[in-house]
């Protein structure tokens, strides 16, 4: 292994800064953001993602394979720390820590980074607020086989830690890309991309849309839905109809639902 | 208003025993469960839930409405207790208290309740552990117009205060009933009522399946599965199409999918 520095104090400035990590400023200043738990950094290695740095605490190990885990990272380029009991109870955030926190370099991908296929199917999402929401929503998008989300106008950023928690990964392998909603609508446009928005305004349901080709689903913020830009904009508003009351939907489960009927329709 | 009761004291047996409720043996022993804050109990109102306790402390609240709120509660039944700001504190179970918090009685629904329809559709869910799960499970069988959820052999247990808050009110609306499998299955048979049951292992997708008519989905747990149970006895298995890795679709998710196709191919 490289070489391995111990912290105990509750007051050196990496303990410092790795609390501060948890809040977006700080972590944009840093262009980084942390990466907790066992399952996440092994998906992060996976990925290829290139931590700069692990800090572990054995006491807190729930398994037997975290050193082979640690070996992996420094392999992979990571500077170690251990960290005594007390010291990774503090930088931990997770209720329940494991003892693994890594810190890795922020990335920032473009539209046209997008790996586009013949028929391309992309997820758009506007200004989502929660970062459980975004965290499901890239399963949901992983799962359906999108070859991108683009987050458009972001209120929770894409590093923020319960993002990457939620995602279970998912942050490290599906592409997501952060812009501004009309250059991602003149982007669209000119690669031949529909876009079909879900709105509860809609009066066409959104299976009874024609979904195959080439394709971009547009979904609005928990609170407000669809900016008028993108109402306005999108080639298609489509509607999901719905039993029961009102908010029964939210905008992950609505997400889930149109991108699964989109796989339906597209499934050669 | 009704005789008002002021507590102060954390030592308050009350205070400690809405503490205490926050768990299922003592809420199964007392019969009752927590309705926490402004939203859960204007639904729980809405939908006549008998709250026989209501606990506020107007130093939390957040809007006018409360007042209007209490009054309501009161016409209805329940015996009302104003706290201090600290004993609030304690007995909120919730990030950020609203200052509202209610006791209501548990109910039992049992099969033959169920208002069946010419053509049933119920959800069937087995042995779900986590309460954000089922809670969330319970919003999408209400944004599918489920007649009911019939939950075997559960984990948690409906009354969980996650379930209450993450059902955001449906707990309340949609009839809930818990039971075992092997019971379930016969009361399924008995009425002629299809199962359909999702598992990875099976070879038709889930939306090749006729999901029309008399139909029950049946999900299983977040870890296991369905039950071999479930496996052998439902009448047809059903596979959920996936792209990327593994563990994408978690049952909330799957749940969600398909139930909204069983809508779309039940829609007159």
Known sequence: MSELEHISSLQNPRIKQLVKLRDRRPRDEAGVFLVEGYRQIRRALEKGVPLSE?????SWFLGENEPALIEQAVAAGAR?????REAFAKVAYR????GLLAVAPQWRRMLDEIPL???P????VEAIEKPGNLGTILRSADAAGCQAVIVCDPVTDLFNPNVVRASTGVLFSVPCIVDESPHVLAWLRDKGIRTIATTPAATTPYSAADLRGPLAIVMGSEQYGLSEFWLKNADLPVRIPMAGQADSLNVAMAT???LFEAVRQRDP
Chains 1, 2 share one sequence.
């Open 95 to 98: 209720e329940r820590p494991d």
């Open 54 to 58: 692990l800090y572990y605490a054995p």
């Open 256 to 258: 889930i639902i149109t």
């Open 117 to 119: 296929q013949a028929s």
């Open 80 to 84: 170690l720390f251990e960290l005594s």
């Open 121 to 124: 199917f992309l997820l758009v």
